[in-house]
């Protein structure tokens, strides 16, 4: 079992950055791939960015890419996902993922636990 914990979530203009990070506790946090969804109001949840579980590769949405960084450090069990350039489009739920194969998923059903969420807002 993984227990996540998202932060860094809060109103910010358009043109700002945010840090959103995901703290690990439980089973050993370097063993899993990490993942990044959002889901806004009527939206279905969608796949944002993912890290392997050694952090040697990656992958983002189309949407992101260039704007947002997804990294890991697993000496602190924690995952970040550097959001810049931000738009009002990516207002959303932002949920951290964890994944026990330690692959990059871009599904949800990829991902065995997941966070509480925490809540982006993008002002125009």
């Known amino acids: 079992q993984v227990h996540l914990v998202e932060s860094g979530g809060g109103l910010v203009q358009a043109g700002g950055s945010l840090r959103l990070s995901c703290a690990a506790s439980g089973r050993t946090f370097s063993r899993y791939g990490m993942g990044w969804f959002r889901q806004a109001p009527g939206n279905e949840r969608e796949f944002v960015a993912g890290?392997?579980?050694?952090?040697?590769?990656?992958s983002y949405a189309d949407s992101v890419k260039g704007r947002f960084t997804i990294s890991r450090d697993n000496a602190k069990d924690t995952a970040y996902l550097q959001m810049n350039s931000l738009k009002p489009e990516d207002t959303a739920v932002y949920y951290c993922a964890a994944d026990r194969t330690g692959g990059v998923g871009v599904w949800d059903r990829d991902y065995d636990y997941w966070g509480q969420g925490t809540q982006v807002t993008v002002s125009s």
């Open positions: 890290v392997t579980s050694s952090g040697d590769m990656t």
